[in-house]
């Protein structure tokens, strides 16, 4: 099965990613801008974070009918804390350690919901064309689930080359994982599903 690719470039600043969109596939524009019902922030970050997507699934990334069960009902990120949890109701299912936005690029805090899922998502450098290779050294890491969209920037959890990192404050307001641990979080949700940020 053939993917149609979708392209948003990204701005490396600093170490962290600030990435304005510019062009959107038309067969999924209209839903990847959609400003979701639920997307409410106590805090709204200086510059929000959008995706790299220039979409690509590896044949060994496919997963079967039974592997897309929905697990966790809601994630809470707990930003003090510097992880998220997820949850099937009240039962815990896993949680992993994150980074987070730095002082003035805060991730925001509030109740949202996951509005996009992306699979080895491609990272353009906005200043020379380039596109890096999907995988565990893209700026992106092997995941991204978006939660927090002002219809033109993105905030989601993503992985990250940079895992040594993870515990701090350090992005530009997205929340960076480790891959194994994203690509772990990416099995449990789907779209629609809460996502709780508390301080």
Known sequence: MKFKQLLIPLILASGSLF????????????????????????K?????????????????????????????????????????????????????RVAIGK???????????VIQMIENPKWENPWNGKISAPGPNSPLGERWIGFWTNGKNYIGFHGTPGEHLIGQAVSHGCVRMRNADVKALFKLVNKGIPVIVQP
Request: glycine fraction near 4%; charged fraction near 25%; hydrophobic fraction near 35%.
């Open 19 to 42: 990435l304005p969109i510019s062009l959107i596939n038309e067969q999924v524009g209209a839903e990847e801008a959609a400003v979701p019902s639920k997307a409410e922030t106590t």
């Open 44 to 96: 709204t970050p200086t510059s929000p974070i959008a995706p790299a997507i220039l979409e690509e699934v590896s044949p060994t990334d496919k997963t079967t009918p039974a592997e897309t069960k929905v697990l966790a009902t809601h994630l809470v990120l707990k930003l003090k804390e510097r992880k998220v949890y997820a949850y099937q109701d009240e039962q815990l299912l896993a949680s992993y």
């Open 103 to 113: 002082k003035g690029w805060e991730t925001p805090q509030g109740e949202f919901e």
